[in-house]
């Protein structure tokens, strides 16, 4: 981690850092940061009639505007946490805010659909920078007792902005229009770029260690130089990032394309298989370079394994829920933006609700007992949409099925988290995290790209028998992941750890 993370403060006389005064303040500006990212990933979903009606978007470009934010957001998140480690998190930070501000103030203005998608990719660039800097300073600001309370603050911003997303899109699309989806985030963004420096102050240099008289040989150089490599934060794996995101944006291209073309057509099957061979070259190159961007021994991992899959499979499911059900309640209820939002409120609650449960229950029956629960509810919740006219009113079909399974898929968040954080060593926790934190972004581009597939014709508008496919398709994957969580799982329930990332 960079030292420039750190906020500086005086050595008290126990040898502890004395607390900054200004560590909370900090914490709210870097958590309102925070807040908008995650935000971003649902709060369109309910404004994407409006932007196909205003833009002329079909089914392709519709799916995009969710999925290129994602996309890049998960697929370069691991690289923006090797900058914050080499050029420090409070520069990384400060960049991706300003990059993620500006590309927001593009996606308001946006004219057509080429400048609206390039606007969210670099929404997605500028968050995949700030969002593991932003955890980096409150992990290096906060200490002892204080960063645990610091990191919940954190994980309740990223459990409820998802939900708030689908309210506040319905709020802004119905009142001054889908480009203050995007606006909103301009002043709250040049706000937090103008305060944060204030409370968050570049640390003081660091006094160099005088150097030891050595023999300059040549082994003695390499050495050195290995050291000074890994104290600057371990090199750059840019080819790597490129690589895993390139695949991933071809996965979900051919996945959008099956939808128009079919399944087995060239445009379908080619970006398939481009994504399996660049998916392979990214795992070789991986065992090649000096420090690589993933390390893919941690993928032999049982419980990061685990955890990983059940974040992806959450992510989707979720994602999918708010996509489906905003085009269903606005094209076949035609209800406006405003109520569309508001009839989410209680899948957002039931969220919140299952994932309070579940960190109780994970601590008690164990992750396995949790996650399958929490999967068997979420596939019995969406069971009813299957066979159930889509017709049917809202309050009695589509809201109490969407609430159910959100209850349960809130269970599967913190096993998830649990599972890969939990049962492992404290000391390979961050590199774990990084890992659930991309599945969890990239599982919410391939569950909007296969449920469009379905859902949605080319122009963008659900059918009866497309929304009842996707549901089919939701509830399978609840179902088979249930039963394969007992395998995937290890026995046992998450001990102490005593570190930031353990359980407690």
Same mark, same amino acid.
Do not use: K, N, Q, Y
């Given at each position: 981690m960079s030292t420039e993370a750190a906020v500086p403060t005086p050595a008290h006389h126990s040898g502890r850092p004395r607390p900054d005064p200004r560590r909370w303040t900090a914490l709210a500006l870097i958590c309102a940061a925070q807040f908008m990212l995650v935000l971003d990933v649902t709060v369109v979903n309910v404004a994407l009639p409006a932007l196909a009606a205003d833009l002329g978007l079909d089914r392709t470009a519709l799916t995009w505007v969710v999925t290129a934010y994602t996309l890049c957001f998960g697929g370069l998140m691991l690289l923006g946490g090797r900058l914050a480690d080499a050029l420090g998190a409070r520069r990384v930070l400060l960049t991706g805010l300003a990059l993620f501000t500006a590309a927001s103030l593009a996606c308001g203005l946006a004219p057509?659909?080429?400048v609206l998608l390039g606007g969210r990719v670099a929404q997605g660039i500028g968050a995949a920078l700030l969002s593991p800097a932003a955890l980096a300073l409150v992990t290096t600001v906060f200490h002892g007792p204080e960063r645990h309370r610091a990191l919940g603050v954190w994980a309740a911003v990223g459990g409820t902005g998802s939900a708030v997303g689908v309210l506040l899109g319905g709020a802004l699309t119905a009142g001054p229009g889908w480009p203050w989806v995007f606006y909103v985030n301009v002043p709250v963004g040049l706000a937090v770029l103008a305060a944060l420096p204030r409370f968050v102050p570049k640390p003081e240099p660091e006094p160099q260690p005088k150097p030891e008289p050595k023999p300059e040989t040549p082994d003695h150089r390499a050495k050195t130089s290995d050291r000074t490599a890994k104290t600057r934060g371990g090199g750059l794996d840019i080819p790597g990032a490129v690589l895993v995101t390139t695949a991933t944006g071809a996965l979900v291209y051919g996945l959008v394309r099956a939808g128009d073309t079919g399944w087995t057509s060239a445009a379908t099957l080619l970006p398939l298989l481009a994504a399996l061979a660049l998916y392979a070259?990214?795992?070789?190159?991986?065992? $090649? !370079?000096? $420090?690589?961007? /993933?390390?893919?021994? /941690?993928? $032999?991992?049982?419980? !990061?394994?685990? &955890? +990983?899959?059940?974040?992806?499979?959450? $992510?989707?499911?979720?994602? +999918?829920? @708010? @996509?489906? &059900?905003?085009a269903q309640l606005q094209h076949v209820h035609h209800l406006d933006a405003l109520r569309t939002g508001l009839l989410f409120l209680p899948v957002a609650l039931t969220t919140a609700i299952g994932a309070h449960l579940g960190s109780r229950l994970v601590a008690t029956a164990g992750p396995r007992a949790c996650a399958t629960g929490g999967l068997a509810v979420a596939a019995l919740g969406c069971l009813p949409l299957t066979f159930l006219d889509p017709g049917s009113g809202p309050w009695t079909t589509l809201?109490?099925?969407?609430?159910?399974?959100?209850? &349960?898929?809130g269970a599967v968040f913190v096993t998830a988290t649990t599972t890969a954080l939990g049962l492992i060593t404290p000391h390979e926790a961050g590199l774990a995290s990084g890992i659930v934190n991309t599945f969890h972004e990239l599982g919410g581009s391939i569950g909007v790209a296969l449920v469009s597939t379905l859902a949605l014709t080319a122009t963008a508008t659900p059918t009866p028998g497309g929304l009842t496919a996707a549901y089919t398709l939701c509830t399978v994957a609840a179902a088979a992941t249930a039963l394969a969580a007992p395998l995937l799982i290890p026995r046992g329930v998450p001990r102490p750890t005593g570190g930031p990332h353990g359980m407690h």
């Open positions: 057509d659909a080429a070259a990214f795992a070789a190159a991986e065992r $090649t !370079v000096r $420090t690589p961007l /993933m390390d893919l021994r /941690m993928l $032999t991992r049982r419980p !990061v394994v685990a &955890g +990983s899959l059940l974040m992806l499979v959450a $992510t989707a499911l979720l994602i +999918s829920f @708010f @996509f489906l &059900g905003s809201l109490p099925a969407l609430a159910t399974a959100a209850f &349960g898929l």
